[in-house]
């Protein structure tokens, strides 16, 4: 069973345990998070808590991810355009309009398509790891996604994805003629109610709601009506 550690800083206190998981590199979705609080693999300050638990700063929240059951994986219809791999990750292509991981049990999701892959792979060994993902996109965002192949894999990738020794860069194309680069501080605030978020800008505070995020963009190439820009997600905030 792997642990993981957790202590709430400021700009997190208030949170709720499980939407406080959710904003940190653990690999699972917010369902999965949910459920392992349910399960009793969620302690805050060495107790056992209920998910709607709102955290103090300097709350220490430690994490239980049970050693995965074996599975048997499906076929899944999504092509796996792989980038990289070794023996510990891999690195996929997700193209636009694929999920990462499913929102529901009758999603198909990259993550089903790549245990299948991988199943077929590893016929006739025995394994109980099931590949994770270290990061997710959006359905309709194309790019890089990293998996740990094995359970060192996952937490090595995963704490570059913390520490942000791993760095997250973007292109998007936006309205507007853009010529300098910027660097933008804020707050994100989600209304869990409709899945919508609000950003506010401004320097770090610790009276401000919401979590702080950063982000960096540089022009790259623009007329008067579009700029294409490079990204980076200095915070990795869901929808950011």
Same mark, same amino acid.
């Given at each position: 069973?792997?642990q993981r550690e957790?202590?709430v800083?400021?700009?997190?206190?208030?949170?709720?345990?499980?939407? @406080?998981?959710s904003?940190?590199?653990t690999g %699972?979705? &917010?369902?999965?998070?949910?459920?392992? +609080? *349910?399960?009793?693999?969620?302690q805050c300050?060495?107790?056992?808590?209920?998910?709607s638990?709102?955290?103090?700063a300097g709350d220490?929240?430690?994490?239980?991810?049970?050693d995965?059951?074996?599975?048997?994986?499906?076929?899944?219809?999504?092509?796996?355009?792989?980038?990289?791999?070794?023996?510990?990750?891999?690195f996929?292509?997700?193209?636009?309009g694929?999920l990462?991981?499913k929102?529901?049990?009758?999603?198909?999701?990259?993550?089903?398509?790549?245990?299948?892959?991988?199943?077929?792979?590893?016929?006739?060994?025995?394994?109980? @790891?099931?590949?994770g993902?270290c990061?997710? %996109?959006? &359905?309709n965002?194309?790019?890089?996604? +990293? *998996?740990?192949?094995?359970?060192?894999?996952?937490?090595?990738m995963?704490?570059?994805?913390?520490?942000?020794?791993?760095?997250?860069?973007y292109l998007?194309?936006?309205?507007?003629?853009?010529?300098?680069?910027a660097?933008?501080?804020?707050?994100?605030?989600?209304?869990?109610k409709t899945?919508?978020?609000?950003?506010?800008?401004?320097?770090?505070?610790k009276?401000?709601?919401?979590l702080?995020i950063?982000?960096?963009?540089v022009?790259?190439?623009?007329?008067?009506?579009?700029?294409?820009?490079k990204?980076?997600?200095?915070?990795?905030r869901?929808?950011q």
């Amino acid at each position: 069973m792997e642990q993981r550690e957790f202590i709430v800083e400021q700009e997190t206190a208030g949170q709720r345990i499980d939407r @406080f998981l959710s904003g940190e590199d653990t690999g %699972l979705s &917010r369902s999965a998070l949910q459920a392992l +609080v *349910a399960e009793g693999h969620v302690q805050c300050n060495g107790k056992t808590v209920a998910k709607s638990l709102k955290l103090k700063a300097g709350d220490t929240v430690l994490l239980e991810i049970p050693d995965a059951k074996p599975i048997e994986a499906v076929p899944q219809d999504i092509p796996l355009d792989i980038v990289y791999e070794d023996e510990k990750v891999i690195f996929l292509n997700k193209p636009a309009g694929v999920l990462s991981q499913k929102a529901k049990e009758t999603d198909v999701s990259l993550t089903e398509a790549l245990g299948a892959c991988l199943s077929e792979k590893n016929a006739g060994e025995e394994t109980m @790891f099931r590949a994770g993902l270290c990061n997710r %996109l959006d &359905r309709n965002t194309s790019g890089l996604i +990293v *998996a740990g192949k094995s359970l060192a894999g996952l937490q090595q990738m995963g704490e570059l994805f913390k520490k942000r020794t791993l760095k997250k860069y973007y292109l998007c194309i936006v309205k507007g003629r853009i010529t300098e680069p910027a660097h933008i501080r804020g707050y994100l605030v989600k209304d869990e109610k409709t899945n919508r978020v609000s950003l506010s800008k401004g320097g770090f505070s610790k009276d401000a709601k919401g979590l702080p995020i950063e982000t960096e963009y540089v022009p790259i190439a623009w007329n008067e009506e579009m700029t294409l820009l490079k990204v980076h997600l200095i915070t990795g905030r869901t929808h950011q």
